[in-house]
């Protein structure tokens, strides 16, 4: 029996990718292994967002040629993000020669043929498809818990904001048809699946390449009849696509989690243009409002990016003084990387390391007393918790999440995984909660 080892970075989509890629090897006989060293086929599935992941990649490969050269029968495969880019290709075929099996993000079906291809000749073997209108519904996906999902609703991005490469890696956008969402949940639903993620790089656009009149409002109404499923999250959302359907639907319906991730990006009106974003501060304000008068305890999170070309010292001002005025239970942070092939690339006024670093740093000081003090809301409440594994540190504890998607560290047996418990808080910290079992 071969074993498959898959290195994942980047976002959700890129995580469910490997489940579609594991679900492929699965049937071809293959079976995973955690050690380099017992793998016949290691893949390696990256992220074009930021230069670090990049970097990241180039080291890990690097160090596989030891590897192949004490065993030469090993495949080293590429996919995802990262090969969608000439510049990537190029540098991989040049100096990274010890790669067998390269393919993009469109081609995860033809994993066996390329298999065959490189095992049949020894060659390098190439497979970019630049562009894939027709959905693919044949993989499925060997997924890692059983009791939570993500699920794809959307592919691509039509937005190209100016600082991403996401649009160019991903293609453009396309809604799955209903139908075969729908069909997909009540399936896992049946094996035991209580929570999915319906993933779209901007789901607040679902439905506008389907034929019919027929929303993401409409699909979450429709997922939420599904017996079986408890919690309904997503992710992401654009604030200009944000409906006021959408929005009510927070108070109709229970299993819809009291969770909104909503990428604000900037707090600066100029940043925000310049970004091609298509929303104010004032916008997302009112969207905030709007959510909190339906959902007051909602867990509002966020996106930004400290360092876009031409951010002033007034800039990054307007964005504390927003990240104050909404207050996010917690945000990504992410300094500007610069993307070859972006608009924002080519701006002037790229904004010094050092500033952007320092920024940063500010930045999170406004983050994170925020986020302990929404999170002492929680202590001595008694909150539901689905129980997802055993902590890495500690046999003994527990991990878990909130409805809201806090992340939650009790002690437990875990004979709980996969179950929906109650915890009483104990303990509140910038990122995570800490409680006890209630008897049930
Ligand atoms: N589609 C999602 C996010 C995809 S990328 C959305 O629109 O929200 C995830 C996050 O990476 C983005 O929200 C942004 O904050 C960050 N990001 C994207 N490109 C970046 C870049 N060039 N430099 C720094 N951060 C970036
Ligand atoms: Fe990138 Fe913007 Fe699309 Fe998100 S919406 S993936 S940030 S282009
Ligand atoms: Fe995701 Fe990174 Fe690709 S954020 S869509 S894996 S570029």
């Not at 690097?62 to 065993?71: N, T």
């Not at 506008?208 to 959302?237: C, N, P, Q, V, W």
């Not at 504890?397 to 009483?424: M, P, Q």
Request: negative net charge.
């Amino acid at each position: 029996m071969k074993k498959y080892l898959i290195r994942t970075f980047g976002c959700q989509m890129n995580e469910h990718d490997s489940e579609k890629i594991s679900w492929v090897l699965e049937g071809m006989n293959y079976r995973s292994t955690d050690r380099e060293e017992d793998a016949d086929l290691i893949i390696f599935n990256t992220c074009a967002v930021r230069k670090s992941a990049e970097e990241r990649v180039y080291g890990q490969i690097g160090e596989l040629k030891r590897l192949k050269r004490i065993k030469p029968g090993l495949i080293i495969s590429i996919c995802g993000c990262m090969m969608q880019r000439d510049e990537v290709l190029e540098i991989i075929t040049s100096k990274h020669r010890h790669v067998d099996i390269i393919f993009g993000t469109n081609n995860i079906h033809k994993l066996p043929q390329l298999i065959n291809n490189h095992e049949k000749t020894g060659e390098t073997i190439i497979d970019i498809v630049e562009e894939n209108r027709e959905i693919d519904e044949s993989i499925e996906a060997n997924r890692k818990y059983s009791f939570k999902s993500f699920v794809n609703i959307t592919y691509g991005c039509n937005n190209f904001c100016t600082y991403c490469i996401v649009p160019y890696t991903r293609g453009r956008e396309r809604s799955r048809e209903p139908e075969y969402i729908i069909e997909e949940i009540e399936k896992l639903a049946k094996t035991g699946c209580k929570e999915v993620t319906l993933l779209g790089q901007n789901v607040n656009s679902y439905g506008k390449t389907l034929d019919k009149e027929y929303s993401f409002a409409d699909l979450i109404r429709d997922i939420h009849k599904i017996d079986g499923i408890e919690r309904i999250r997503f992710m992401t959302s654009h604030p200009k696509d944000i409906s006021d359907e959408l929005i009510s639907l927070y108070g109709e319906l229970d299993k819809l989690c009291n969770q909104l991730h909503l990428p604000i990006q900037s707090g600066s009106n100029r940043i925000l243009k310049l970004m091609n974003r298509k929303y104010t501060r004032e916008d997302y304000l009112k969207i905030i409002d709007k959510v909190r008068r339906v959902k007051p305890d909602i867990s509002i999170t966020t996106d930004l990016i400290v360092g876009f070309p031409g951010e002033t010292e007034d800039d990054f001002n307007d964005t504390l003084d927003l990240v104050k005025k909404v207050g996010f239970d917690s945000a990504f942070t992410f300094l500007y990387s610069v993307r070859e092939g972006t608009p924002a690339a080519n701006m002037k006024d790229q904004v010094d390391d050092e500033v952007k670093n320092q920024r940063f740093q500010r930045l999170m000081e406004v983050l994170h007393p925020i986020g302990l003090e929404y999170n002492r809301r929680y202590l001595d409440q008694t909150v539901e918790v689905l129980v997802e594994e055993v902590s890495k540190n500690n046999e003994e504890i527990l991990n878990g999440r909130t409805n809201s998607g806090k992340l939650v560290h009790f002690k437990g047996d875990k004979g709980l995984i996969g179950e929906l418990v109650d915890v009483r808080i104990t303990k509140a910290k910038t990122f995570t909660l800490e409680g006890v079992l209630v008897d049930q």
